[in-house]
């Protein structure tokens, strides 16, 4: 992953959406907010890492592109000749969020990857509690059983899908210090 954004890939993942695939990533492994690919492009949900007391990671990069977390520390995987190995951070705690998403395809098979993505990430424990962190926002941890038993369209889901910014006279344009910006939100369900 990257800290660049790439109007190349998120189109890569625009033709990859519309064929219905779901796509997980890992939040990346640098522990701030900053926009982290391909878990920033849109269509994909971008997964942050715990550890098994349910505490983010420092490492765990966190913010908008962070849209649930799963523990992810010495997380066991099949490894070389056979064998099993421990590994950690994002990329440990991306593939349990996906299996998730696979089970839920799997039972609600009428849902879309975008639907199913979402209803991912309202199947969430609040871990806000446990981690007193000076961060803005905690998304919450994958909780499997909520995954499984909750009906997918019990819980609206408001999702952000563009927004325009403009001056008073809703011209856009660039804009000056004391200016009134206008912020349009459009949104789906």
Do not use: M
Not at 21 to 36: L, Q, W
Not at 43 to 63: A, F, H, M
Not at 120 to 132: E, F, K, L, P, Y
């Amino acid at each position: 992953g990257s800290t660049s954004y790439s109007c190349v890939a998120q189109s890569i993942i625009d033709f990859a959406v519309s064929r219905d695939v779901a796509i997980v990533s890992g939040s990346g492994n640098h522990g701030t907010s900053t926009s982290f690919y391909p878990a920033g492009y849109n269509g994909v949900l971008g997964v942050g890492v715990t550890n098994y007391l349910d505490t983010l990671e420092t490492i765990s990069s966190y913010g908008p592109h962070c849209k649930i977390v799963a523990p992810g520390t010495a997380t066991w995987t099949t490894w070389y000749n056979g064998n099993y190995a421990a590994f950690c951070c994002t990329s440990g705690a991306s593939p349990i969020v996906a299996a998730a998403v696979a089970l839920i395809r799997a039972k609600h098979p009428r849902l879309t990857a975008l639907q199913a993505l979402e209803f991912a990430r309202q199947s969430t424990d609040n871990i806000t509690a446990i981690n007193q962190l000076n961060i803005d926002y905690l998304p919450g941890r994958i909780n499997f059983l909520k995954a499984v038993t909750k009906e997918p369209f019990s819980t609206p889901s408001i999702s952000l899908k563009n927004l325009e910014y403009f001056n008073n006279n809703y011209d856009i344009k660039r804009f000056d210090a004391g200016d009134t910006v206008k912020l349009r939100l459009n949104c789906f369900n």
